[in-house]
């Protein structure tokens, strides 16, 4: 067997761009020190709206395609090498926003067995032995159906694979501290002249927002910003850049924070906030 590196983490996400606005300067970071960053994408994202002209063409397996080409750019970027596609590639497609038809394709991951998704999930995570999962609240930080049914399957996958001999220490749900929303969009208000964005988002817009006291962690991803940013700009067909904000494909800007947030929500809860998700990880795990 391989031996793996001292510390190992994985994250479960729904589309391709998801990992970069949330974990972006994390991932780089950590990449960066040598710890081993798996990311597990659960739909190429089939269903997003396409912000350039020049794409828009683009849709459904083809818009996949051209998604998963941009995720292995953004991977690039971080420095990161392990990242795969949940069940394998179009095992699982884009559910769309919450109430659309779409919903009920058959195919689309929010029909998924959960149980099924999460035994694929489950055989990633007795490979790579992470110490960390990072994933979504319960409501998958905005309520789209695929960041939820992520929620879902990463949940039960902890849960299968503890029941086959690795039980993950720590299992993270990605957070905004509210004060921290607030201080970034009271900038984007000053600075919204100068941008080439015409409107400001607002904070209960940003996923994963929550009152200060539910965050357990930052990561201070400063030194790793440029590496965020080019993750993101590599996602062309979903955010357009201009540090430090960015927009979706509403051209509504909020934050491109380099400094990200967690709720520790499996593991011993730390009596004071940590700045490393490894923080009380023997070396043994």
């Not at 999962?133 to 930080?141: A, F, I, R, S």
């Amino acid at each position: 067997m391989t031996e793996l590196p001292d510390r190992r983490m994985l994250l479960v996400h729904a589309h391709p761009d998801d990992e970069s606005i949330n974990n972006g300067a994390t991932m780089a970071r950590y990449a960066a020190e040598g710890a081993r960053v798996t990311l597990v994408t659960c739909t190429l994202g089939e269903r997003g709206e396409v912000i350039p002209a020049e794409l828009r063409h683009l849709s459904g397996a083809a818009l996949g395609g051209h998604r998963l080409g941009e995720l292995k750019d953004a991977m690039r970027a971080l420095g990161v090498e392990d990242f795969r596609l949940l069940g394998g590639a179009g095992r699982y497609c884009d559910s769309g926003m919450m109430g659309l038809p779409d919903n009920d394709d058959p195919g689309c991951f929010w029909q998924a067995d959960v149980d099924q998704a999460a035994g694929a999930l489950a055989d990633v995570i007795l490979e790579t032995r992470p110490q960390v999962l990072v994933t979504y609240d319960e409501n998958g930080g905005y309520g789209h159906p695929d960041h939820i049914q992520a929620h879902r399957v990463a949940m039960r996958a902890v849960e299968l694979a503890a029941g086959q001999g690795w039980d993950i220490p720590k299992v993270y749900w990605n957070r905004v501290p509210r004060s921290v929303g607030e201080e970034a969009f009271a900038r984007l208000g000053e600075d919204l002249a100068g941008l080439p964005f015409e409107k400001a988002g607002v904070l209960d817009d940003v996923p994963g927002v929550v009152d200060d006291g539910r965050v357990t962690t930052a990561i201070d991803g400063t030194a790793h910003a440029a590496a965020k940013a080019a993750a993101m700009r590599a996602h062309a067909t979903q955010i357009t850049v201009a540090e430090p904000y960015f927009v979706l494909s509403n051209d509504l800007a909020q934050p491109l924070f380099t400094t990200e947030y967690y709720e520790l929500v499996r593991g011993e809860r730390p009596q004071k906030p940590e700045n490393d998700l490894f923080a009380g990880v023997g070396e043994a795990s």
